[in-house]
T-cell receptor
Framework: GQNIDQPTEMTATEGAIVQINCTYQ??????LFWYQQHAGEAPTFLSY????GLEEKGRFSSFLSRSKGYSYLLLKELQMKDSASYLC?????????????FGAGTQVVVTP | DSGVTQTPKHLITATGQRVTLRCSPR?????VYWYQQSLDQGLQFLIQ???????AKGNILERFSAQQFPDLHSELNLSSLELGDSALYFC????????????????FGPGTRLTVT
């Protein structure tokens, strides 16, 4: 099975940096995803990591350590529009193409 | 606009009834995914189809079923509805879902809000 833990809420100031941690346990790992979801809207894909290391994409970066079952999403130069829920998800390596398990989400609040 | 369309946007029905949710993926995408999101359960993966065939199954109840048609649109059928089935149901699509990094980028539709009374 899979367990995914991420903080419930984080608050940061506009222009600052916030790091959202995600730890997971899985019987077979086949990739880790980060999604952004604004209230009342659909999730938006942010990143995908399958190998260890850092993936950078503009103001957002995602890191993965498979041996530690750990990932983080780094949001730089925070903007008010970054206030949203950030979901960490893991895909396992099952009999099929693998199912997804989502964390409960981290609500990021950006203040002026 | 992600390019993924879902109908209807809202659905209100009674317990015991059956409903069908429809999803049209982005042009060219072969994989379709279904998710359920409720306040107490968060986002739950239900099932994935690729080019008409089931490829991955999550926490989908036996009362629920899905299929993907030759034109690649997909339908999620929910039967014997219970109050607890009230949720937002999302469909997402991706190019294929296993081959390259880009294939894992899922694009979500706006969702169908189901209310069971």
């Amino acid at each position: 099975g899979q367990n995914i833990d991420q903080p419930t809420e984080m608050t940061a100031t506009e222009g600052a940096i916030v790091q959202i941690n995600c730890t997971y346990q899985t019987s077979g790992f086949n990739g880790l995803f980060w999604y952004q979801q604004h209230a009342g809207e659909a999730p938006t894909f942010l990143s995908y990591n399958v190998l260890d290391g850092l993936e950078e994409k503009g103001r957002f970066s995602s890191f993965l350590s498979r041996s530690k079952g750990y990932s983080y999403l780094l949001l730089k130069e925070l903007q008010m529009k970054d206030s949203a829920s950030y979901l960490c998800a893991v895909r396992d390596r099952g009999d099929s193409w693998g199912k997804f398990q989502f964390g409960a989400g981290t609500q990021v609040v950006v203040t002026p | 606009d992600s390019g993924v369309t879902q109908t209807p946007k809202h659905l209100i029905t009674a317990t015991g009834q059956r409903v069908t949710l429809r999803c049209s993926p982005r042009s060219g995408d072969l994989s379709v995914y279904w998710y359920q999101q409720s306040l107490d359960q968060g986002l739950q993966f239900l099932i994935q189809y690729y080019n008409g065939e089931e490829r991955a199954k999550g926490n989908i109840l036996e009362r629920f079923s899905a299929q993907q048609f030759p034109d690649l649109h997909s339908e999620l059928n929910l039967s014997s509805l219970e109050l607890g089935d009230s949720a937002l149901y999302f469909c997402a699509s991706s190019p294929s879902g296993t081959i390259s990094r880009r294939d894992y980028e899922q694009y979500f539709g706006p969702g169908t809000r189901l209310t069971v009374t």
